[in-house]
């Protein structure tokens, strides 16, 4: 599911080197679109409040690791527009908040589910 290229941007990320707001989202709204389109055969609903609820109508419908994959994007869901909205003023602190805490968490959920060959990204972010 994660393209090379994603899982190298990634391991910037987690690694500290490149820690930059705009390139955290698009990797995130990247991943969002991804994963809708995996789950639900749809495209992105408009607004968190939507994915948020279109995740939890669906949760049953799953096996433990994909629920796995979509509580963590819920959560991550459930502080995106705090991090990414643009009246929003740069704090690094809550930006690699937002990373340790539900990036990471989303990653190894998908790394784990896909039985993944980005070995390094799997074993940095354990």
Do not use: W
Request: contains cysteine; aromatic residues 8%.
């Amino acid at each position: 599911m994660l393209s090379e290229i994603m899982c190298e941007r990634l391991l910037e990320i987690f690694k500290g080197e490149k820690k930059n707001r705009k390139i955290v989202k698009v990797i995130v709204d990247s991943l969002q679109e991804q994963l809708f389109k995996k789950f639900f055969s749809e495209t992105l609903p408009t607004g968190t409040t939507n994915r948020r609820i279109r995740i939890n109508c669906s949760k049953s419908e799953f096996d433990e690791s994909e629920k796995k994959i979509l509580n963590a994007l819920e959560k991550l869901l459930g502080e995106y527009d705090g991090t990414f909205s643009k009246s929003y003023m740069s704090h690094a602190s809550e930006l690699e908040d937002f990373i340790d805490m539900h990036l990471k968490r989303l990653i190894k959920a998908i790394l784990e589910l896909d039985e993944s060959t980005h070995l390094e990204l799997l074993e940095y972010i354990r």
